[in-house]
């Protein structure tokens, strides 16, 4: 089974509008965290946000904002005003913290184009 | 503070061939974990160290090695190059459990 499920292959949105990017993830364990990255064509993947399992406040990170439902097992990417420079490939990914095992395991990705 | 650091950025290889990859951390960080990423296969975890341990291995052939040195840079070996061992390796380091810093890759090609 899939632990992290990214719905959406790709995305278009007008520039400065908001955009939400969908993030499902499946795990037994209590403690976890969440991560999303950002992948331009370049290749470097560049942390954007985190939330961890136990928090009880959606994370922000300046225009980035995560929607973190825990019951759904949901933790969606939220860009607010969103700008051309945001065109790229989006990955979430999560680390289930229990012994001998702290790996980041990678969805599929979204690649999200801003249109002028 | 200088990023992760990967040598060489591209690299171009024959079936059968070997090769090594290098790693250098994050000042202070002595987390490293290395990915591979593929069209097909998306991005899949190789293996991590820490304070020159393996800690975590991912499920890949015995042909995949690492080794973490004792200023924390780390190497990745592939013995045997595959065809199919084409793709975008990516090393990153961390400080705490909370993010991976990632460096900008080195692009092995097998031909």
């Known amino acids: 089974a899939q632990k992290i499920t990214q719905t959406q292959p790709g995305m278009f949105v007008q520039e400065k509008e908001a955009v939400t990017l969908d993030c499902t993830y499946d795990?037994?364990?209590?403690?976890?965290?969440l991560f999303w990255y950002k992948q331009p064509s370049s290749g470097e993947m560049i942390f954007l946000i985190y939330q961890g399992s136990y928090d009880e406040q959606n994370a922000t990170e300046g225009r980035y904002s995560l929607n973190f439902q825990k019951a759904r097992k949901s933790a969606n990417l939220v860009i607010s005003a969103s700008q051309l420079g945001d065109s790229a490939m989006y990955f979430c990914a999560m680390r289930e913290i229990n012994f001998g095992n702290e790996k980041l395991t990678f969805g599929t990705g979204t690649r999200l184009t801003i249109i002028p | 503070k200088a990023g992760v650091t990967q040598t060489p950025r591209y690299l171009i290889k024959t079936r059968g061939q070997q090769v090594t990859l290098s790693c250098s951390p994050i000042?202070?960080?002595?987390?490293v974990s290395w990915y591979q990423q593929t069209p097909g296969q998306g991005l899949q975890f190789l293996f991590e160290?820490?304070?020159?341990?393996?800690?975590n291995k991912g499920n890949f052939p015995g042909r995949f090695s690492g080794r973490q040195f004792s200023n924390s840079r780390s190497e990745m070996n592939v013995s045997t190059l595959e065809l199919g061992d084409s793709a975008l390796y990516l090393c990153?380091?961390?400080?705490?459990?909370?993010?991976?810093?990632f460096g900008p890759g080195t692009r092995l090609t097998v031909l």
């Open positions: 795990t037994s364990d209590q403690s976890y965290g």
């Open positions: 160290y820490f304070s020159e341990t393996q800690r």
């Open positions: 990153a380091s961390s400080l705490d459990r909370e993010r991976q810093n």
């Open positions: 000042s202070g960080h002595r987390s």
